[in-house]
C-alpha cells in the first residue's frame, strides 16, 4: 500500500515528468545526429550519454564548474516563479553582475587577496540586485508586464555592458576584458586536487550553499510564505494585509542578485574566460530558464537540473572527436535543455492521467457497493 501511495505522491509525479522531458530531448537529439552523419551518429549520442565521467575525476569536475554558473541562473528563475513572477531577465542580471565583478578584479588591486575576491562578488550581487529591482519596480507601481520589462533590461544590459567594457577594462588586441587580478579569482579549496585539471573552484560551493539558503527562505520563513502567498493569489494576499508591492520588488531583488552572483562565480573562475564585446545576449540567462523548468522552480530540483545540463554540456564537448560541425553539437544540446521545459507540461499530463484513474476507481467502488447492498 505504501509503494502505491508513493507513485501517487507529488514527488513522483514532479520526478516522472522531468525524466520524460529529459528522454525527449535525448531522443530528438539522436534524431539530428542521424540527419546530419548518420555513420558516426550512434558514438556521438554515446559520449552525451557518457558526458563528464568520459575523462574520469577531471570530466565530473568540468561539470560542476560548467553548471555552477546554471544553478544560479535557474535559481534566479525558479525563486521568481515561485513568488508570481517571470524573470526572463535573468541573462541581463548576469551581464550586469559580471561586469561588475571583472571591473572589481581589474581595477581594486589595493584590496588584500581574500578581500578583493569578496568585493569582487559583492559588486556582483548589489549589480544584479539593482538590474532586478527595475522590473520589480515598474511592475509593483506601474503594472508593466515583467516578462517585456526584463526583456528590455538584457538589451540595455547587453549593449552598456560592452560600451563599458571598451571605455574601463578593455583588451584592444583580443576585443574582451582585461584578465582579473590574481587575488580577485576564486580559491579552489582543494577540489583541484580533487578534480585535477578542471576548472572547479568554490564556487560549485557557494552555488550548493545559495540552493540551501533559498529553501529555508521558501519553505521555512514567515518571509517565503507571504512572497508565495502573494504569487499564488495577490487579492487574498492583499485582504490578509501583505504587502504586495514591496514583495514583489523584493522577489525581483533577489532573482537579480542570484543571477548577478551567477555571472561572478563564472569569470572569477580562473578558467581563460573573458567577457566578449559581442552583440549578443548572455545565453546563461535562458539556459536558466529550462533549468528552472526541468527542476519545477524547487530550489533541490534546479541543482540536480543544473548538473545535468553541465554534464550534457561536456559530453556535447567531447563530440567534437567525431566528425560533427560545432554547429550541430550546439542544436543537440540546446535542444535537450528546452525540451527539458517540457517537464511543467509532462507533470501536468501525469496529474489528469492520475485523476481519470482515481475517478474510474472511485466509480467501480461505488458500483460494486451498490451491487453489494442490493445482494442483501
Known amino acids: ?40 551518429a550512434f558514438g556521438g549520442f554515446m559520449m552525451i550519454i557518457q558526458g563528464g565521467f568520459t575523462d574520469g575525476m577531471q570530466g565530473f569536475g568540468q561539470v560542476l564548474y560548467m553548471a555552477t554558473p546554471l544553478i544560479m541562473t535557474g535559481l534566479s528563475v525558479g525563486f521568481a516563479f515561485k513568488t508570481g513572477l517571470f524573470n526572463i531577465g535573468a541573462s541581463g542580471q548576469f551581464t550586469a553582475g559580471a561586469f561588475a565583478a571583472v571591473y572589481v578584479g581589474v581595477k581594486f588591486t589595493f584590496l588584500p587577496p581574500g578581500v578583493h575576491c569578496l568585493a569582487a562578488l559583492l559588486a556582483a550581487i548589489l549589480a544584479g540586485a539593482l538590474w532586478g529591482m527595475v522590473p520589480g519596480l515598474l511592475k509593483a507601481f506601474f503594472n508593466v508586464n515583467e516578462v517585456i520589462s526584463s526583456i528590455m533590461m538584457n538589451y540595455i544590459g547587453m549593449y552598456l555592458t560592452n560600451m563599458l567594457i571598451q571605455k574601463t577594462v578593455y583588451d584592444q588586441v583580443k576585443n574582451q576584458s582585461l584578465a582579473v587580478a590574481e587575488g580577485a579569482n576564486l580559491p579552489k579549496g582543494g577540489l583541484d586536487k580533487l578534480f585535477p585539471g578542471a576548472s572547479i573552484n568554490v564556487g560549485i560551493l557557494i552555488a550548493i550553499g545559495c540552493v540551501i539558503l533559498i529553501y529555508i527562505l521558501l519553505n521555512k520563513t514567515i518571509f517565503g510564505y507571504e512572497l508565495k502567498a ?5 487579492d487574498a494576499s492583499r485582504y490578509a494585509g501583505i504587502n504586495e508591492k514591496r514583495n514583489i520588488v523584493l522577489s525581483m531583488v533577489i532573482a537579480g542578485a542570484l543571477s548577478g552572483l551567477g555571472g561572478a562565480l563564472l569569470y572569477l573562475a580562473n578558467s581563460g574566460k573573458y567577457m566578449q564585446v559581442l552583440d549578443v545576449i548572455a545565453p546563461e540567462g535562458f539556459s536558466g530558464i529550462s533549468v528552472a523548468l526541468l527542476g519545477l522552480s524547487n530550489p533541490i530540483g534546479i541543482l540536480f537540473a543544473g548538473l545535468f545540463i553541465g554534464y550534457i554540456t561536456v559530453g556535447g564537448n567531447n563530440m567534437q572527436l567525431f566528425d560533427f560541425a560545432p554547429e550541430v553539437i550546439d542544436i543537440i544540446i540546446a535542444a535537450i535543455i528546452y525540451c527539458g521545459a517540457l517537464s511543467l507540461l ?18 467501480k467502488s461505488g458500483t460494486d457497493r451498490a451491487g453489494k447492498e442490493g445482494q442483501s
Not at 500500500?1 to 522531468?18: C, D, R, T, Y
Not at 509532462?346 to 466509480?363: G, L, P, S
Open 230 to 234: 502573494c504569487g499564488m493569489n495577490p
Open 1 to 40: 500500500m505504501k509503494i502505491k501511495n508513493l507513485f501517487k505522491g507529488e514527488g513522483f509525479v514532479n520526478f516522472s515528468s522531468s525524466i520524460l522531458a529529459i528522454v525527449c530531448g535525448l531522443l530528438f537529439g539522436l534524431i539530428i545526429l542521424l540527419i546530419s552523419n548518420p555513420s558516426q
Open 346 to 363: 509532462f507533470k501536468n499530463t501525469i496529474y489528469k492521467f492520475q485523476m481519470r484513474k482515481a475517478k474510474k476507481a472511485e466509480k
